[in-house]
């Protein structure tokens, strides 16, 4: 069939992408769904730093590839041994497929499923397979979703159903940017009552987390940014306090669970150093694969404390996907603020400026 989507066509042109324009939208022919495969119509995709730090080579990937992984639609058509779904379910797509099987798969979300990882990186679906073609010539998948299109085929183990009364720019967030900070706190962090939780890096993925925390109630919620732009945001998300990095070091303000969603050189740096006695500093961040941390040894063991990494939140997206729906619906986690804008796909290139600038929280593309 063919479908209009988002074609990343090179890695590293330079910014304002306004001008160099690094993504096409254009016309692609979209396969049928191979084993174990589905057609989900897009009803809505969320613009993440993931997709920016592909265009911006941070995080290199083949290109042409077709961009977006927080994304949300309804089931069109079922390919061969596909069960437990039907056409017309409202879905919300995971960007990290769990095979079930793999050693990593028995960690109960704490590692990435191993052959899930390996068609990621390779720009394919779970079997390997390619569905996207332009002109006869193929066209890569962003991390099993490829959500900056109208359609989009999947493997059944990226798609997770939800509620029909969530409403599409919800669902599409749920399945990145509160997957990733949301599981942070909950699953990683997992703050014990009484215990404070501070947010290192307040966009998407950070402010995700200050509204699991509040929803969690355990203690104080405090953000942690280089920039006061973000502030206001941040106490309407739930935060008790907001700091700038500087004035949180300047003044000794510490945490015992602190998360770093910045990704940004020395961001896991200051996250350490604002972590407390015996504390756990929990890493989301993606910088650039050549970025060093540096630590004292002597301060981790003489204070005991622990550093962790989290990739999409120690999830398990079937299972907590439809726990931070049913939160929304319960009127305990109010995701909608976290999205700023409503855009159209035609300004994919104006929307990774304003991601790139800081001038954007969640952009969604409604189709």
Known sequence: ?????????????????????????CQLELDEPQQDEL???????????????????????????????ESTGVIEKLGPGVTGLRVGQHVTLAFLPRCGECKNCKTNGKLPCIPGSKANNEGTLMNGGIRL????????????VSGFATYAVVDRRSVVPVPDKLPAPIAAVLGCAVLTGGGAVLNAGNPQPGEDV??????????????????????????????????????DMGADEVYTVDEALAKGIKAPIVIEAAGAPGALDNAFNLTDVGGKTVTVGFPKPTVKAAFTTATITGEARTIMGS??????????????AQMWLD????????ISHHIRLDDINEAMDELDQGRALRQIIEF
């Open 1 to 25: 069939m063919e479908i209009t989507g988002a074609v990343l066509e090179r890695m590293e042109m330079p910014a304002p992408y306004a001008k160099s324009r690094p993504i096409s939208v």
């Open 39 to 69: 057609i989900v119509r897009i009803t809505a995709s969320g613009i993440c730093h993931s997709d920016l730090s592909v265009v911006n080579g941070v995080r290199p990937r083949q290109t042409p590839m077709l961009l977006g992984h």
């Open 133 to 144: 073609h332009r002109d006869g010539e193929i066209v890569y998948h962003h991390i099993g």
């Open 198 to 235: 501070m947010v290192v890096g307040l966009g998407g993925v950070g402010m995700s987390a200050i509204l699991t925390a509040r929803a969690l109630g355990r203690g104080r919620v405090i953000g942690v940014d280089r920039s006061s732009n973000k502030f206001d945001r941040a106490l």
């Open 311 to 324: 990739y999409l939140g120690s999830a398990i997206p079937a299972v907590d996907i439809p726990k931070y």
């Open 331 to 338: 009127g305990k986690l109010p995701v909608e603020k976290l």
